[in-house]
């Protein structure tokens, strides 16, 4: 990674995580759909990071939520399950030898391809947040449902972002 995806990476993570504390912390739907914009930092970073630094950059993600939200480990939890979900969708779905693309993101891979990418991402991610925070079996119908409400919302808010800031691929 050059210094300038560095620098890029750092500001779209102080931007997404100061929008999710200060803008959406408080934004919910009768108490059943909540958006999560910053597990878009998660999804679009570069093809060619490496596992270890991934996985610490979601717990320190995780945490820094954490402590805004007052959750005790439940968005750390969720960031590195959404993490290692996106390792096994990559290295599944994109041979990254042969792959000239910098970072997985709409423009880059398409609208077919990131949306079940970012579907499946934000379902685990927001499975194990809804799961942890009720902690109980007895409610999972409500759980399940805040859960997919809360998918569709957060996809909905992450393809809006996408579509208004991606770069577009040349052809």
């Not at 979900?85 to 030898?97: K, P, T």
Request: hydrophobic letters at 55%; one cysteine or more; aromatic letters at 20%.
């Amino acid at each position: 990674m050059n210094s300038k995806t560095i620098f890029i990476n750092i500001f779209r993570w102080f931007v997404l995580l100061f929008v999710q504390v200060f803008l959406l912390r408080n934004l919910s739907f009768y108490d059943l759909s909540t958006p999560f914009i910053y597990v878009l930092f998660i999804l679009v970073l570069p093809f060619g990071i490496p596992n270890l630094l991934l996985f610490i950059i979601a717990f320190g993600t995780g945490l820094t939520l954490d402590s805004f939200y007052d959750t005790l480990g439940v968005h750390t939890t969720a960031c590195v399950a959404l993490a290692f979900v996106r390792i096994l969708f990559i290295s599944v779905s994109v041979n990254r030898d042969a792959f000239d693309e910098p970072e997985p993101s709409l423009g880059n891979m398409g609208f077919k391809w990131f949306s079940i990418y970012a579907i499946l991402c934000i379902f685990v991610h927001h499975f194990v947040v809804f799961f942890l925070e009720a902690f109980k079996l007895s409610e999972f119908s409500y759980t399940l449902g805040r859960c997919v409400l809360s998918v569709i919302f957060t996809l909905f808010v992450v393809l809006l972002v996408e579509f208004i800031f991606h770069n577009r691929k040349s052809n």
